[in-house]
C-alpha cells in the first residue's frame, strides 16, 4: 500500500515542470488533500481484501466469518464442577450459594444437602472462574472461606478435569477447514468426527468405522486439555451422535482414549538461583505442551523432542542420562491413546 506521500511525488511528478510544484506552492497544497484521501481509500480497500482471507481474521471477525458460511460456532469456555465431601454436625445445611475454595480459587455449591447421620454430604460445587483455571489436583478443594455454621471438613476426593477455555482462534479454523476439506455426509467418518468435535469439552477425535461389523461405529475422543475424557463428557458426544447418525447403524460407541504416562529421568545440573522443585515443575510445563501438540497427530513420543523440551526449560543448564520411560527410545503412542505427564525423576 502506498503512503500519502508516495501518491502525491506521483501526482506533482504527472504535472508539467512549467509549473511551480515547490512545497507551499498552489499546485502542491492543492494536490496534498487528494493524495492523503487516495492513500486512506486505499487502506480501506487492502482491510476489506484481507478480511477474504480467514488466516487474516481473528476473534468475532473470524467467528462471524466462519458462521456465515458454515454455521460452526466457537465453543464457549466452561465452568469446573466436581463432587466434594463435606463433613459436619448431623443436621447442617448446604445451601446453594455458599462457597468452598482452594487456596487461591472458589467452588460454588450448586446444589442443597444435609449432612445426615453419617456425618458427611456428597455435594457437587462449580468454580466460580470460567476455563481451565478450574481444574485442580484432588484434595485441593479444602477451605471454607466463610465460616458455615456446622462445617468442619471439605475435600475433593478426585482431581477437577472438565474446565474447559473457550476454543480458540487456531481450533477454531481447523474445523472450519476439517468442514470444507473432509466433509462430513450421509453418515461418513467425518461426519461422526465433526459431530463429536462439535461438543463443548472435546479437543479431538479419531472414528473407527466398521470396529465390529459393517454397521458399527467407534469414536475415541480426547478432551480440549489434550487429556483423556472423563465419563461425563464421553456421555454427553455419545448423546450427541446419537441424535445424529443415519438411520441403521446397529451399534455406536464412544469411548475416552487411555492416558499413557510419559515419565522422565535424567540428571539435572541448574542454574544458579533455582531449586529441583521448581526446575522440574518447569520441565512438566513444557512437556504438557509438547505432548498436547502432538495429541492425536503423532504416533509416538519422540525421545529426542523430549531431550528438547527438558533442555528449553527454565532454570535449567544441561542434563544427563536422560530416560523416558525407562529407555533411550521413542515411545509408541496407540490410536486409542494419548500421551500424558507423569513424573519427572520420582
Not at 456446622?150 to 479454523?173: F, I
Not at 470396529?211 to 486439555?225: C, E, H, Q
Not at 505432548?291 to 533442555?311: M, N, P, Q
Request: aromatic residues 8%; negative net charge; contains cysteine.
Amino acid at each position: 500500500m502506498e503512503s500519502a506521500q508516495d501518491i502525491h511525488n506521483r501526482m506533482l511528478t504527472n504535472i508539467d515542470d512549467e509549473y511551480d510544484k515547490s512545497n507551499g506552492s498552489f499546485i502542491f497544497d492543492a494536490t496534498k488533500p487528494g493524495a492523503i484521501e487516495f492513500s486512506t481509500k486505499q487502506k480501506e480497500i487492502t482491510d476489506i481484501q484481507n478480511k477474504l482471507d480467514i488466516e487474516n481474521l481473528s476473534d468475532d471477525d473470524l467467528e462471524k466469518f466462519i458462521y456465515q458460511r458454515t454455521g460452526i460456532t466457537r465453543k464457549k469456555a466452561t465452568k469446573a464442577t466436581i463432587r466434594v465431601i463435606v463433613s459436619g454436625s448431623i443436621g447442617s445445611q448446604i445451601r446453594v450459594g455458599d462457597l468452598v475454595g482452594t487456596d487461591t480459587l472458589n467452588f460454588v455449591f450448586v446444589e442443597e444437602k444435609v449432612i445426615g447421620e453419617s456425618g458427611q454430604a456428597n455435594v457437587l460445587v462449580e468454580c466460580e472462574l470460567f476455563g481451565t483455571i478450574g481444574n485442580v489436583p484432588a484434595n485441593a478443594i479444602n477451605k471454607f472461606p466463610v465460616t458455615l455454621s456446622g462445617l468442619v471438613n471439605v475435600y475433593n476426593p478426585e482431581k477437577v478435569t472438565n474446565g474447559y477455555d473457550a476454543e480458540s482462534d487456531y481450533e477454531l479454523k481447523q474445523r472450519y477447514y476439517d468442514k470444507l476439506q473432509r466433509p462430513g455426509k450421509s453418515g461418513n467418518k467425518y461426519h461422526y468426527l465433526e459431530w463429536a468435535k462439535e461438543v463443548t469439552g472435546v479437543g479431538d477425535a479419531r472414528v473407527v468405522p466398521k470396529f465390529n461389523g459393517p454397521l458399527t461405529m467407534k469414536v475415541i475422543i480426547i478432551n480440549s486439555n489434550k487429556q483423556p475424557a472423563d465419563s461425563e463428557l464421553v456421555k454427553k458426544v455419545y448423546d450427541h451422535i446419537s441424535e445424529k447418525m443415519p438411520f441403521g447403524v446397529e451399534e455406536l460407541v464412544v469411548v475416552s482414549a487411555i492416558g499413557v504416562s510419559i515419565n522422565i529421568t535424567a540428571s539435572l545440573s541448574l542454574a544458579d538461583g533455582y531449586t529441583e522443585p521448581v526446575v522440574k515443575e518447569n520441565i512438566k510445563e513444557n512437556m504438557v505442551e509438547y505432548l498436547k501438540r502432538i495429541a492425536f497427530k503423532e504416533s509416538y513420543v519422540s525421545y529426542a523432542k523430549t531431550g528438547s523440551e527438558v533442555i528449553d526449560s527454565e532454570g535449567l543448564l544441561d542434563y544427563q542420562n536422560l530416560l523416558v520411560n525407562g529407555s533411550i527410545a521413542n515411545i509408541p503412542i496407540g490410536d486409542d491413546e494419548v500421551a500424558i505427564t507423569g513424573g519427572v525423576n520420582e
